[in-house]
């Protein structure tokens, strides 16, 4: 179905290789996962399959790329709309209806689909997505987890016989992100559709996959199953890491497989021992019976929270819960009517100026919106000047997180996760009292996650995220909302525990025992020792 001979592809301005003489044939029918360090070319390489790499974006292709005996070379990107459905890492950059409906219907009408037919693939695709309750809304009102899977049913309602996706599940709840992929993986079994996934929630589509392409980097490759991949890869979920820690003879690609695996050391592991219950801080958070309201939508409803100084809490909840909404309320980006916010003893909504950068940082949903500046470097300049710190600290931030960006580079040419890390280097910079982070970790490597950990250790930490594993590692709290309104607020091991769902994968593997992360377990069997 896809074949890549002897591909080559380097950037203008670049120093090293996206690729280099890479031979790949995808089979009908394939399930294929990318994996790579943030900024390796993975997007890159999704795009060169439907021919949006060179043709749109420059770069200089070696070698030949077809796609169902077509070349890419010889038809631009438009002619393979049927053939190739593709869904970025951005959903917003690639709508241009108002109305989730109307979304839908874009494509097939400009490619003359008979009406009859287009009403019969949008109900199934309404239908297949979950997305029937928001067919009128419009899409600017939807949460970010919501609007990925209207991009995902756009790709699907053309009937392209190849879907790549970059990051599709980035911005879903555990919930949705399995159904995404169970969809997919029946679409693959069901009716051939060759599937290429670029993911670095690796613990979600593991198992899904029937061969992983991992991009080294400069330009270097290695194809093959994902036993073979994750046997030595430092890119590897969870369950692998634990795999390795244990010493076990070969690592588990499921939880069913590791739970086989660790069944007697579930047995004989002592609990660890219960953490002294922390002293009272001054607060730094308090909002009181918050309401919000979209038009007659009902966001947050008698919400009422309180955070500690040092406290680091994670909010989470399914698509469309009000997470946001809650975050702008309480950076003071949303005018709530109803309830009160004090952050640090003021309103958030009258800071400005180098008292709001030192007292709140906020890292939108959109960390893109942050950025203004014509380069890296001029980003980085204006913050060391707008946080009057020493200059180079915001570059340095930057490459703490994700080595090796230019400082030459446009903003808009990084990649999704290197412009979130530029985002959060500018807002980190100023050393904020209280740090508000919306989706902290979307298109960011495992590595880059273990940076940004250590970067919050010594902040009053407020976060909405679906990264079961980010919660499970850093949050000394957790609040899950629905509908708007708090079911649960305690500490984050009792609140995951009691989640299936929401449960890290080193939790299901070791359940019933009270173990969240790889360090919690080898901690426990180095006390046994």
């Known amino acids: 179905m896809i074949t890549f001979s002897n591909v080559s592809l380097i950037y203008p301005q670049s120093v090293s290789t996206v690729l280099e003489n890479l031979d790949l044939e995808i089979q009908e029918g394939e399930f294929v996962l990318v994996i790579g360090p943030t900024g390796s070319g993975k997007s890159s390489l999704l795009r060169l399959i439907n021919g949006l790499v060179p043709h749109h974006t420059g770069g200089i292709l070696a070698g030949a790329i077809t796609v169902d005996g077509i070349s890419t070379q010889n038809m631009k990107p438009g002619g393979f709309a049927q053939l190739v459905g593709i869904v970025g890492q951005n959903p917003l950059n690639g709508f241009v209806a108002d109305k989730v409906e109307e979304e839908l219907a874009f494509g097939m009408e400009a490619h003359n689909v008979p009406p009859e037919t287009m009403r019969k693939r949008i109900e199934e695709v309404l239908d297949l997505m979950s997305l029937t309750p928001l067919r009128n809304r419009s899409i600017d009102t939807l949460s970010g987890g919501e609007q990925q899977r209207v991009a995902i049913a756009s790709a699907l309602v053309m009937h392209p016989k190849v879907l790549v996706l970059d990051e599709p ?28 996934v670029a993911e670095h929630k690796l613990e979600r589509v593991i198992q899904f996959a029937d061969r992983v392409l991992h991009i080294v980097g400069d330009g270097q490759t290695r194809i093959g199953t994902p036993r073979e991949i994750f046997a030595d890869s430092a890119i590897a979920p969870p369950i692998v890491h634990l795999a390795r820690a244990l010493k076990l003879p070969e690592v588990g690609l499921t939880v069913r497989d590791m739970r086989r695996m660790t069944e007697n050391l579930r047995n004989t592991l002592p609990e660890p021992k219960a953490n002294p219950a922390a002293e009272k801080l001054p607060l730094i958070v308090e909002a009181q019976s918050l309401s919000f309201s979209y038009g007659e939508n009902e966001v947050l409803k008698d919400f009422t929270i309180h955070i500690q100084e040092g406290e680091i809490v994670a909010i989470m909840g399914r698509n469309g819960a009000g997470k946001s909404t809650a975050l702008r309320a309480i950076v003071g980006a949303a005018e709530i009517k109803i309830g009160s916010i004090k952050v640090l003893n003021q309103d958030p909504s009258k800071l400005q100026g180098i008292d709001r950068r030192r007292n709140v940082g906020y890292i939108p949903q959109e960390p893109s919106d942050l950025l203004y500046g014509q380069s890296v470097e001029q980003e980085c300049t204006n ?18 997180l994700v080595p090796g960006v230019s400082i030459h580079a446009h903003p808009r040419d990084l990649s999704e996760g290197q412009r979130l890390a530029l985002a959060l280097s500018i807002v980190l910079s100023a050393k904020p009292k209280l740090l508000v982070l919306d989706e902290p970790t979307r298109g960011l490597d495992y590595s880059a996650k273990s940076a940004l950990i250590k970067s919050l250790s010594d902040c009053t930490v407020l976060l909405a ?41 080193v939790a299901k593997v070791m359940s019933p025992g009270p173990w969240l992360t790889v360090s919690s377990v080898i901690k426990s069997l180095e006390g046994s020792a």
């Open 465 to 505: 995220t679906h990264d079961v594993e980010l919660v499970a590692e850093v949050a000394t709290r957790t609040i899950f909302i629905a509908d708007g309104e708090i079911v649960a607020d305690g500490p984050t091991i009792d609140v995951l525990l009691s989640s299936p769902a929401f449960a890290p994968q």
């Open 383 to 400: 913050a060391d000047n707008d946080n009057q710190v020493t200059k180079g600290n915001t570059f340095a931030l930057l490459q703490t």
């Open 169 to 196: 599940t980035s911005a879903l709840d555990p919930i949705a992100a399995e159904e995404v992929l169970s969809i997919l993986q029946r679409l693959v079994h069901d009716l051939g559709l060759t599937v290429i």
